[in-house]
């Protein structure tokens, strides 16, 4: 669907929710419609949101991938500053930077930004990921880091400091995955890493898993791995001949659900408080399940 038709469609949906508002408040007087003009701002995105989001929302099954300059003009400005940083403290941790890609026409509203590193004598990589989206007129763009140490059996570990929201559910055993919004200091979330790594990984040992290819390395990480996921968690199901996967209903509830306020909030401020617990287990050398 084009840009005309999706505000077209949008319109249609608001002029339908706006009879739908007022045939309801013909029927209330009093206290009835003032908890009706209350509640309504609250559950219209999480009753309208579901059909919008499942109708416009889709992932490309072969996104189209190009090189980039993370220092050059045409890189995002929130790119630029978190890349200067934090290149230079993986290069003092031993990191080489390997490649940076650019993923064009991955989403229908998002632009993603990669940098790929990795550490050849203790078989970690790391990953500067910045995504870029618009909603409405509004432009969001945020930048991550992520460490990764994959073992010979499957297992994977995986600690990045994500700060925006998880919307699709967190992968099963063999993989290990924590985020650590709190802690945007490279070396502080190496140790973290580290640590967990040698608990989930203990008697295993560390493959490199980029190999040859840096680009099929994040082709599978990034994307294989994660699209099979989506659609084996019920979230996504695949549109072979339009060569994108789009949400079941199932996924476009959840995920508008997940993504609307106050819900948002509350899932994020538990997602600190998890992480907050498990780096105070780590200190304190206890048991982290």
Not at 7 to 21: D, T
Not at 52 to 60: D, N, P, Q, V
Request: glycine share 8%.
């Amino acid at each position: 669907m084009n840009r005309f038709g999706e505000k077209f469609a949008n319109l249609a949906m608001a002029c339908l929710a706006g009879a739908v508002a007022i045939s309801v408040l013909r029927e209330v007087s009093g206290t009835g419609v003032l908890i009706a003009l209350i509640a309504a701002p609250i559950l219209a995105p999480l009753l309208l949101g579901p059909f919008l989001i499942h109708r416009t929302h889709w992932s490309a099954l072969e996104p189209n991938f190009a090189p980039f300059d993370p220092d050059g003009p045409d890189s995002p400005p929130e790119l630029r500053r978190y890349f200067a940083q934090a290149a230079e403290e993986l290069e003092l941790l031993g990191f080489e930077h390997e490649l940076s890609r650019r993923t064009k026409q991955a989403t229908n509203n998002a632009e993603g930004f990669v940098s790929l590193f990795r550490n050849r004598e203790t078989m970690e990589t790391a990953r500067i990921i910045t995504a870029v989206g618009a909603t409405g007129i509004v432009r969001i763009a945020y930048s991550d880091a992520g460490f990764r140490t994959e073992f010979s059996d499957g297992t994977e570990v995986v600690t990045s400091n994500r700060r925006s929201p998880k919307v699709y559910p967190t992968m099963p055993p063999p993989y290990h995955g924590q985020a650590f919004p709190q802690i945007r200091e490279i070396g502080h979330l190496l140790v973290i890493h580290r640590a967990l790594a040698d608990h989930f990984g203990a008697g295993r040992i560390p493959v490199d898993a980029v190999g040859d290819d840096p680009g099929e390395f994040l082709r599978q990480v990034d994307h294989k791995r994660p699209q099979a996921h989506h659609v084996a968690c019920g979230y996504n199901y695949v549109d072979e001949m339009a060569g994108v996967q789009r949400l079941t209903w199932k996924g476009a509830v959840l995920m508008t659900w997940k993504l609307s306020p106050p819900i948002k909030q509350v899932r994020l401020a538990w997602e600190r408080f998890r992480a907050a617990r498990l780096l105070g287990k780590l200190k304190a050398g206890r048991a982290i399940g």
